[in-house]
């Protein structure tokens, strides 16, 4: 099986590979695009890959890193790590952590593994591979991320291929940097703002008054009883409870396309725009994600109430001129907050007021009467969502 040719001058073949990273690659390159036109080119060079795997960590409360995957045969994938997983016996001693903590390679052969000297994760790379080499990556804030190599030639890399590896590393930096802080900006502003805010304000939509109007389902819940709540638990009690309820909503509205846009006290603001498919499809999905969180076992000894209403809201950035908000305002929020005050007052789980009762099927909803809302002239319709009912 071919190797880095002996008559091959290898600064040449690095300075062929490196003037690509820090060009091109860096200029134009995804993530996947870099790491899987690194692994082409280094084959293409006589180096015969498997597997390559760049990892990445992140500031991210939801993951500890990402990463893209390279494969002969299967090209470039991206993937991520839960967070959690660097407490695990993945981690703990695998060469990755070795990486990481000493900024020094760590190359092995994985034909002749012993039990209970190697890392297990060696004894997983070894199914269909000989050789492992992981090498440091190190950015301009001086983390250290893990470049990892794996060949299935009998005999592994040779000391010259190690080297062209291990001299590409600063160039790799170069190009994956830019790449790696792009995704990591838009990752984190996704967990705190919603996929929807996060994009718009990627794209440019960061200035004050810097708004749309958009027609939208909008869905507010709440715990009931959370002073009471407050009162009875220790504070690490009380947000550990508050986490759980949090997360179950959260995601529910997230399976159905939602944005969750704000976190007030114990309350949770969600929208789904009708931009694209209209009312119905929003009011529908909103409705699908209550009947979601209500039948979440977490939630049994946390009782909350929702509501939801659906019309013109103002969507963007609102705040001074040094601390803006991205959220929505309006006319259609006002209701919605009242209608979950009248949720709580009618002992109801969850409640929807005549216009998205008028979209929903009437098996989904039940007429509770015309009651006053605060700040609204005359009594006021409100139906209940008996979809939520378990």
Not at 214 to 237: C, H, K, N, Y
Not at 254 to 277: I, N, P, T, Y
């Amino acid at each position: 099986m071919r190797q880095l040719a002996e008559t091959e001058d290898p600064a040449a073949v690095q300075a062929e590979i490196a003037f690509w990273l820090i060009g091109p690659a860096r200029q134009h390159g995804t993530p996947e695009g870099i790491v899987g036109g690194l692994a082409e080119r280094l084959v293409d060079a006589g180096i015969p890959l498997r597997r390559v795997r760049i990892g990445q960590s992140v500031a991210n409360p939801l993951i500890s890193a990402w990463g893209v995957i390279w494969t002969s045969g299967g090209g470039a994938e991206r993937y991520t790590v839960p967070r959690g997983m660097l407490a695990t016996d993945s981690y703990r001693g695998s060469p990755f952590e070795h990486v990481v903590v000493t900024r020094t390679s760590f190359h092995h052969s994985l034909e002749q593994l012993v039990e209970g000297r190697d890392h297990p994760v060696l004894f997983e790379l070894a199914a269909g591979s000989t050789d492992y080499l992981a090498l440091p990556i190190e950015y301009g804030d001086e983390s250290v991320q893990v470049g990892a190599f794996t060949t299935d030639r009998p005999g592994g890399f040779s000391e010259r291929e190690v080297a062209l590896i291990e001299a590409l590393a600063p160039a790799i930096a170069a190009a994956l940097e830019p790449a790696a802080m792009r995704h990591s900006m838009a990752s984190l502003l996704e967990v705190y703002l919603g996929a929807g805010p996060a994009d718009r304000i990627g794209k440019g939509a960061f200035r004050r008054g810097q708004t749309t109007e958009i027609e939208a389902a909008v869905l507010v819940t709440d715990l009931r009883d959370f002073t009471g709540l407050s009162e009875r638990l220790p504070p690490g009690d009380l947000l550990e409870s508050l986490g759980s309820y949090f997360e179950v909503v959260v995601d529910a509205v997230r399976s159905e396309g939602g944005d969750v846009l704000k976190f007030v006290g114990d309350g949770v603001l969600s929208v789904f725009s009708a931009e694209e498919h209209g009312r119905e499809e929003a009011c529908m999905r909103a409705a699908r994600s209550i009947t979601q969180a209500f039948g979440q076992p977490a939630v049994s000894n946390r009782p909350f109430v929702a509501a939801m209403h659906v019309g013109p809201v103002v969507y963007g950035n609102i705040g001074s001129l040094d601390r803006l908000d991205f959220t929505v305002v309006g006319p259609t929020v006002n209701y919605l907050s009242r209608l979950e005050s009248a949720a709580k007052l009618l002992d109801k789980k969850a409640v929807c007021s005549k216009e998205v009762a008028s979209i929903l099927p009437a098996s989904m909803v039940r007429d509770l009467g015309r009651h006053t809302l605060k700040g609204f002239a005359g009594p006021q319709a409100v139906f209940e969502l008996k979809a939520v009912e378990r």
